[in-house]
Protein backbone atom coordinates (compact mmCIF):
# COMPACT_ATOMS: atom_id res chain seq x y z
CA UNK A 1 0.00 0.00 0.00
CA UNK A 2 3.05 2.20 0.71
CA UNK A 3 3.88 1.84 -2.92
CA UNK A 4 0.48 3.59 -4.37
CA UNK A 5 0.81 6.22 -1.70
CA UNK A 6 4.52 7.14 -3.33
CA UNK A 7 3.50 6.89 -6.75
CA UNK A 8 1.06 10.00 -7.56
CA UNK A 9 0.68 11.48 -11.08
CA UNK A 10 1.47 15.59 -11.04
CA UNK A 11 -1.51 17.40 -11.33
CA UNK A 12 0.16 19.63 -13.63
CA UNK A 13 -0.37 16.83 -16.21
CA UNK A 14 -3.65 15.42 -14.94
CA UNK A 15 -5.06 18.96 -15.70
CA UNK A 16 -3.13 18.94 -18.95
CA UNK A 17 -4.66 15.82 -19.86
CA UNK A 18 -8.19 16.73 -19.04
CA UNK A 19 -7.91 19.90 -20.68
CA UNK A 20 -6.49 18.05 -24.01
CA UNK A 21 -9.03 15.56 -23.93
CA UNK A 22 -11.98 18.16 -23.46
CA UNK A 23 -10.37 20.18 -26.19
CA UNK A 24 -10.70 16.92 -28.24
CA UNK A 25 -14.40 16.44 -27.52
CA UNK A 26 -15.39 20.05 -28.06
CA UNK A 27 -13.74 20.41 -31.49
CA UNK A 28 -15.62 16.95 -32.71
CA UNK A 29 -18.78 17.98 -31.47
CA UNK A 30 -18.41 21.22 -33.31
CA UNK A 31 -17.61 19.42 -36.83
CA UNK A 32 -19.95 16.79 -35.71
CA UNK A 33 -22.73 20.12 -35.26
CA UNK A 34 -21.96 21.53 -38.30
CA UNK A 35 -22.29 18.09 -40.01
CA UNK A 36 -25.76 18.06 -38.52
CA UNK A 37 -26.53 21.62 -39.66
CA UNK A 38 -25.82 20.73 -43.29
CA UNK A 39 -27.94 17.84 -43.35
CA UNK A 40 -25.26 15.61 -43.61
CA UNK A 41 -27.30 12.60 -41.35
CA UNK A 42 -27.13 9.44 -43.49
CA UNK A 43 -23.46 7.41 -43.81
CA UNK A 44 -22.48 7.64 -46.90
CA UNK A 45 -21.74 4.78 -49.04
Do not use: C, F, H, N
Amino acid sequence: MEKDKKYKAPQGTVALVILYVLLIIALWGSAYLTMLARGATGVVG
